[in-house]
């Protein structure tokens, strides 16, 4: 079975743009997450879609945003980009999630965003 | 609020000296413990799920526990190659929520 896919693995953008990535989960897996991966904060939630629902979100500005198609594949945006932004963004696929039924999540390489 | 704290952030092992590493949470309401092992620049790869206290799990060198206040991941005689970041997180009526994890390596 293929594993959470990622693209695309690497991006360099400069202050003010945008950029979006995307997650393929594992067939059959309808919840997605997507979290932020620092050297100074770890890993902070971002948000999880359930069947192309926003379920829950994360302590981050309105900048970031998501959605979910209904094959399960999800996009994530970053709109007006800041140096801060630079991480590693992580995508996980669950079979089943929203609401607090968490079970274990899968994760995908990451995209490595570089804001200059 | 939820909360994660993982000890010691580094640590560093001779082949074959087995330690534990430490995770200690405040969550409302346990649904799950997970323990995940990342590789520099790679995403985290899930270990175990432990869903209440007393439950253990092993894996080739690896056992991890859970009580009602931490888990341990017990590391028996370990090799090289189990050098990485080992990253706990917890469930409860929010999203996950991870510890900021231990680097552990171990010298041949």
Excluded at chain 1, 49 to 58: A, I, V
Excluded at chain 1, 71 to 82: D, H, I, Q, W, Y
Excluded at chain 2, 44 to 67: D, I, N
Excluded at chain 2, 87 to 103: D, E, M, Q, W
Aim: with cysteine; glycine share 10%; hydrophobic share 30%.
């Amino acid at each position: 079975k293929a594993g959470v896919t990622q693209t695309p693995r690497y991006l360099i953008k400069t202050r003010g743009q945008q950029v979006t990535l995307s997650c393929s989960p594992i067939s059959g897996h309808r919840s997605v997450s997507w979290y932020q991966q620092t050297p100074g904060q770890g890993l902070q939630f971002l948000f999880e879609y359930f069947s192309e629902t926003q379920r829950n979100k994360g302590n981050f500005p309105g900048r970031f945003s998501g959605r979910q198609f209904s094959n399960s594949r999800s996009e994530m945006n970053v709109s007006t980009l800041e140096l801060g932004d630079s991480a590693l963004y992580l995508c996980a696929s669950s079979l089943k999630g929203g609401g607090g039924s968490y079970n274990e999540q899968f994760f995908g390489p990451g995209t490595r965003l570089t804001v200059l | 609020e939820d909360q994660v704290t993982q000890s010691p952030e580094a640590l560093r092992l001779q082949e074959g000296e087995s330690s534990s590493l430490n995770c200690s949470y405040t969550v409302s309401g346990l649904r799950g413990l997970f323990w995940y092992r990342q590789d520099p620049g790679k995403g985290p790869e899930f270990l175990f799920t432990l869903y209440s206290a007393g439950e253990e799990k092993e894996k080739e060198r690896l056992k991890a526990t859970l009580t009602k206040k931490e888990s341990f991941l017990h590391i028996t005689a370990p090799k090289p190659e189990d050098s990485a970041t080992y990253l706990c997180a917890v469930s409860g009526n929010t999203p996950l929520v991870f510890g900021k994890g231990t680097r552990l390596s171990v010298i041949a």
